[in-house]
Each structure stands twice: as C-alpha cells, then as structure tokens.
C-alpha cells in the first residue's frame, strides 16, 4: 500500500532563514513522483516542486529544493531565506505509475517570523 | 485559460438531501479525482478515474457516486448527504505522471 507521512503538524521559522519540511514515503512501486504543494489561507493549492523516482539530481525550483533520499523513501521540501509569504500549508504527494493514483499526507502548517 | 473549474463555492445542505459537485476541465487530461480535506487529515481521496468511462474508488468514497462520460468533466454525486460529509472538497485532473492542477475548491457543510 502507499503512504505519505508528514510528521511535522507545525513549524516556525525566521524570516530569511532556510527551514526543511519532512516527508516520508511508503510505496512497492519503481516508478513514482513526488510532489509537494502550498496552500496559502484563500485555500487553493499551489503546485511547488516535482521529484521522478528516476531523477538522480535533488529537484530545485527557485526557493524550493527537495532532498530525495530514495534508500530512505524521504523527500524533504526545502524552502531558503524564508519570507512572510511562505506561511501556509504544506502537502507531500506521491503518484505511482502502477495505480495511478495521487495520495498526500496529512501536511504541515508553515509560520514565517518576522 | 479556465484550468479545473468546480462548482458550486460554497453549498449547504440539510441531512438526507442530494445534490451534484461538479468539475470541468479543459486540458484534456486523462486522469481526474476528487478530493475532501478535513483538519488535521490532509487531502483524501475519494473516486478517480483514469478516462471517460473509467472510474475506481479511493480512501474514503463511501456515499459517494462519480461517473466520467466525458474526458471534460468528472462530477461528485451525493445521494443523501450527512453531517459527516462537512467538508472542502477539490476536483484535481493531470497527465499520467504529471502535477495535479486543483480547482478553487467547494466548502460543504451538512446540518
């Protein structure tokens, strides 16, 4: 069975500071992705940062990097000098080639201090 | 440029009542799903479906129907709502492997 494990319900962080988001996974799939999303509080959700099970290099999208450890099944979203604007909720999401199905964890609640 | 568009917003209803979440898409996307957040469990999946005419259920789709006759469009049917069904819910579509593209969303509340 798949899973995703987010065991950080919250975090704080400094502005302009670095802060990483834990991610686990569960899957007997070769092929997956990862994925990882922000939902501000409007409440819609924000495509932030793919990882292919394949990729042999950390993804990285500006801000967002993702350190994937396959030998762990983690894939960590990591978010550089933080802003104000980075308070949000934060999804890991995973989808296997072999059901195609996207499942996500229970996602952690991001407070930039200014 | 629509993306995934859900309607309605916002819906209440009162226990035992039936009513439709719809959800279009004009990417032409393959897969489809549906989703419902409560606080504290993240997104959960309730029906997905892979093409028209191809549904399968996810973590929790008891009390929910769906049906996709059309690539486009891929809606959530309650048949008799209940309290427990209080929830956001998000139609998401993408191409196999790819990104899911969410709707805004629709904010259900059963009384």
């Not at chain 1, 987010?6 to 991610?23: I, N, R, S, W, Y």
């Not at chain 1, 899957?27 to 990882?36: A, E, H, I, M």
């Not at chain 1, 950390?58 to 980075?86: C, H, M, P, W």
Request: aromatic letters at 12%; glycine letters at 10%; hydrophobic letters at 30%.
């Amino acid at each position: 069975a798949q899973k995703i494990t987010q065991t950080q319900p919250g975090m704080f962080v400094q502005e302009k500071e670095a802060v990483t988001l834990d991610c686990t996974y569960d899957t007997s799939d070769q092929s997956y992705g990862l994925f990882w999303y922000k939902q501000p509080s409007s409440g819609e959700m924000i495509f932030l940062i793919y990882q292919g099970s394949y990729d042999e290099q950390n993804a990285t999208e500006g801000r967002y990097s993702l350190n994937f450890q396959k030998a762990r099944k983690s894939a960590n979203l990591v978010i550089s000098a933080s802003q104000l604007g980075d308070s949000a909720m934060y999804f890991c999401a995973m989808g296997t080639s072999g059901t195609y199905k996207y499942i996500f964890g229970t996602g952690t609640r991001l407070k930039v201090l200014a | 440029n629509a993306g995934v568009t859900q309607t309605p917003k916002f819906q209440v209803l009162k226990t035992g009542q039936s009513m439709t979440l719809q959800c279009a898409q004009d990417m032409n996307h393959e897969y489809m799903s549906w989703y419902r957040q409560d606080p504290g469990m993240g997104l959960r999946l309730i029906h997905y479906s892979v093409g028209a005419g191809i549904t399968d259920q996810g973590e929790v789709p008891n009390g929910y129907n769906v049906s996709r006759s059309t690539t486009e469009d891929f809606p959530l049917r309650l048949l008799s709502a209940a309290p427990s069904q209080t929830s956001v819910y998000f139609c998401a579509s993408s191409r196999r492997g790819s990104p899911l593209h969410f709707g805004n969303g629709t904010r259900l509340t059963v009384t």
